[in-house]
């Protein structure tokens, strides 16, 4: 399985930015798929989950509101929607694939079977 990430890029505060994750193979319904994201000198942290068929979907407090996951599975694709961006946004954003629901809903960054290789987004105040 790969998953490659595309979208990040430069933004002010407020502004939206959309990030997209292709996914290889023909069973891309069938898993979970999530975003998580790294900023610098912290740990990877969850951001958002979204179940095999767009329901199920989990946000992290601090983009509730803000961001939106949403999955196409004609396209293996899954994207998020980021609006009203804050500098404390700025990270290394990962797509995340899961083998089961629990390992993505844990929100566990350590549960995650497959990573894409991680976009970065920069805010600037």
């Known amino acids: 399985v790969q998953l490659q990430a595309f979208g990040g890029g430069l933004g002010q505060a407020g502004d939206s930015l959309e990030l997209s994750c292709a996914v290889s193979?023909?069973?891309?319904?069938?898993?979970?798929m999530g975003w998580f994201r790294q900023a610098p000198g912290k740990e990877r942290e969850f951001v958002a989950a979204?179940?095999?068929?767009?329901?199920?979907?989990d946000y992290a407090d601090s983009v509730k509101g803000r961001f939106t996951i949403s999955r196409d599975n004609a396209k293996n694709t899954v994207y998020l929607q980021m609006s009203s961006l804050r500098p404390e946004d700025m990270a290394v954003y990962y797509c995340?694939?899961?083998?089961?629901?629990?390992?993505?809903?844990?929100?566990?960054?350590?549960?995650?079977?497959?990573w894409g290789q991680g976009t970065l987004v920069t805010v600037s105040s």
């Open positions: 193979g023909d069973t891309f319904s069938r898993y979970y």
């Open positions: 995340a694939q899961a083998n089961t629901p629990g390992s993505i809903l844990s929100r566990d960054p350590r549960r995650i079977a497959y």
């Open positions: 979204i179940g095999w068929n767009g329901g199920s979907i």
